[in-house]
Nanobody, 117 residues
Framework: VQLVESGGGLVQAGGSLRLSCVAS????????TGWFRQAPGKEREFVAA????????TQADSVKGRFTVSRGNAKNTVYLQMNSLKPEDTAVYYC???????????WGQGTQVTVSS
């Protein structure tokens, strides 16, 4: 499975961005897709995840009410809609995929999100 993220960029605080993650290769209906982020000098942290069907989603407390994860009709694309962005959201954002209940085995190369104050 190959994952490619896009949509990152520079935005002012309070603004919005939508990240995309496109999967190719052998995917499975048992896969889930997650978004993670890593800020400079910090450990990578979980942001949000969505099931293959799209019926189940989870978000970190730090982004609840501001970020929404969704899956496209073609199933191979997952989006992360980020609203009301804050400077502390600045990080490299990664998407990842893996079997439900197991670790994330496949990772994208990441996309930079920078929020200016």
């Amino acid at each position: 499975v190959q994952l490619v993220e896009s949509g990152g960029g520079l935005v002012q605080a309070g603004g919005s961005l939508r990240l995309s993650c496109v999967a190719s290769g052998h995917t499975s209906s048992t896969y889930r897709t997650g978004w993670f982020r890593q800020a400079p000098g910090k450990e990578r942290e979980f942001v949000a995840a969505i099931s293959w069907s799209g019926s189940s989603t989870t978000q970190a407390d730090s982004v609840k009410g501001r970020f929404t994860v969704s899956r496209g009709n073609a199933k191979n694309t997952v989006y992360l809609q980020m609203n009301s962005l804050k400077p502390e959201d600045t990080a490299v954002y990664y998407c990842a995929a893996g079997e439900t209940g197991r670790s994330y085995d496949h990772w994208g190369q990441g996309t930079q999100v920078t929020v200016s104050s």
